[in-house]
């Protein structure tokens, strides 16, 4: 049984070593692990030795990725060169969020057990961490759900044409879990992972089919994420933008509809489509209640799930810094403005405004 914190990005955060302390005094006798990328800068040294004071031990994401590729479904054809070609596209393209999405499902299916990112601490009173076989935060569940595109009912989920895969799902979050070593959700996290793999390649593809990116076959064949000749108003520009309204979106969705297929694909029962009824696996109120973990939020930047015992702080710091990226574009459309009026309101390109349904919120 394993504790695992995830950190991708530039230097780790001041709060770095105190929030180890706490995660190591809430989950004693266990291994413990921090896993981080890039990890190869002069500070290494410092961060190893702050980790095991308060003792974790430090594992390079982009060193292990052969190991961890080894969670993936086998018949999946994807390999830790894959998993390496996503992350170093991510890194150059400002996805350290999605680096950091896909590392929590794969450690998850390598180690089972606690899974958190970062900015997760234990909640004041909390005894110890705690959970089922596979539980995990939803947002609260008054809140309406949300469509997702599955990917087991034909078609590229990113075609906005393919409204019969159009299905409602719960708001998840990927910032915590608890995986039972051994059982059967350490199958859904590999999925996830797997499934993850499977959008980052269905963005591309729709992409070239639209003409807005290559992607060689061969490449696809190899298992190799490397699509090039990437077009301004594309799936993977707008995630790749920091000032694009829809990154959030297209981000947050990447993660959150991997697992939720996964988790429906494998803990789900039989069922029907309500758009065509075709046959698919779904989850039931029960099954989700059961496995979730509902998530209060006492203030702007913190969650709590009462029944892990644990508290998200500086919650999607990712979002504010792109909604930042944002206002500060739209400010200095105005200020270049002569008349004065306002200018251009950021929105998403015309041919991702359908990729999630009008009036939903993100999944995040």
């Not at 390496?84 to 150059?92: C, H, L, Q």
């Not at 039989?270 to 075709?278: D, E, I, K, L, R």
């Not at 709590?304 to 206002?327: C, F, H, P, Q």
């Amino acid at each position: 049984m394993t504790t695992a914190t995830v950190w991708i990005g530039g230097d780790l955060p001041a709060y770095t070593a105190e929030r180890l302390r706490e995660m190591a005094a809430a989950s004693p006798g266990r291994p413990r692990e921090l896993w981080i990328h890039p990890a190869d800068g002069p500070r290494m040294p410092g961060v190893s030795a702050m980790a095991n004071q308060a003792g974790f031990a430090v594992r390079d994401l982009m060193a292990a990725a052969d190991d961890l590729a080894r969670v993936l479904p086998r018949d999946s054809g994807y390999t830790g060169q894959t998993l390496r070609d996503i992350w170093t596209y991510e890194m150059r393209a400002h996805g350290e969020v999605s680096v950091k999405d896909m590392a929590v499902f794969l450690v998850g299916a390598r180690t089972g057990d606690v899974i958190t990112d970062l900015s997760v601490r234990p909640s004041p009173g909390a005894d110890g961490l705690r959970g089922g076989d596979l539980t995990f935060p939803m947002i609260d569940a008054r809140e309406d759900a949300v469509l997702y595109s599955a990917m087991d009912q034909g078609g590229n989920p990113y075609d906005l044409d393919n409204d019969d895969a159009l299905i409602p799902m719960p708001k998840i979050d990927i910032w915590a879990f608890q995986v039972r070593p051994g059982g059967p959700g350490q199958q859904v996290m590999g999925l996830a992972a797997k499934n993850m793999i499977d959008r980052y390649f269905a963005l591309a593809q729709q992409d070239m089919v639209e003409g807005k990116a290559v992607v060689r076959p061969e490449d696809v064949a190899q298992g190799r994420f490397l699509p090039t000749g990437i077009q301004p108003g594309s799936r993977l520009a707008e995630k790749a933008n920091p000032a694009s309204a829809w990154r959030i979106s297209l981000t947050g969705e990447l993660a959150a509809h991997a697992f939720y297929d996964a988790y429906r694909q494998l803990r789900g029962v039989a069922g029907q489509n309500p758009n065509n009824g075709a046959p698919m696996r779904v989850v039931t109120p029960e099954q989700w209640a059961r496995d979730s973990w509902s998530v209060a939020q006492p203030s702007e930047n913190v969650r709590v799930a009462a029944d892990a015992g644990l508290t998200k702080t500086l919650e999607n710091s990712w979002k504010r810094e792109a909604l930042a990226r944002i206002s500060a574009a739209t400010m200095q459309w105005d200020l270049g403005s002569r008349s004065g009026s306002r200018g251009p309101t950021p929105s998403p390109p015309a041919s991702l405004r359908r990729v999630s349904p009008p009036a939903r919120s993100p999944s995040r």
